[in-house]
């Protein structure tokens, strides 16, 4: 039964090594995403497997669970803007932006 446990900490360790590199070099925002909470929850399982069951699941709460809703809501906002963005805007639309100097505001002119 040791062998089995010993296999599965050395599995579990490599499982871990080889998400957190796919998460960094990953260039797909969403596939980095998943694999950031796929990384949360396999690291919340090597807290259970020391022992540390309140980091363990402060792990899935915070580290998997929040922060990760958190980075697809960011995504999703994201990529919403950039499509805005992207679309052609009408020829006859005059909108221009205009800076005002803070001299401009209370009617001071040179």
């Known amino acids: 039964m040791e062998i089995i446990t010993q296999l599965f ?3 579990l360790c490599i499982v871990l090594l080889l998400v957190a590199w796919q ?3 990953s260039s797909d925002l969403f596939k980095a995403i998943v ?5 949360g929850l396999l690291m919340a399982i090597a807290w259970v497997r020391l022992n540390a069951l309140d980091v363990a699941m402060a792990e899935v709460a915070i ?3 929040l922060t990760g809703a958190l ?3 960011a995504l ?3 990529q919403k803007l950039s499509s805005i963005d992207k679309t052609p805007k009408a020829a006859s639309s005059n909108t221009s932006h205009v800076s005002v100097n803070s001299e401009d505001e209370r009617g001071i002119s040179q």
Do not use: M, N, P
């Open 9 to 11: 900490d050395g599995l």
């Open 23 to 25: 998460s960094l070099r």
């Open 76 to 78: 999703a906002r994201l």
């Open 35 to 39: 694999l950031f909470i796929t990384f």
């Open 71 to 73: 980075l697809l809501a």
């Open 63 to 65: 580290g998997a669970g």
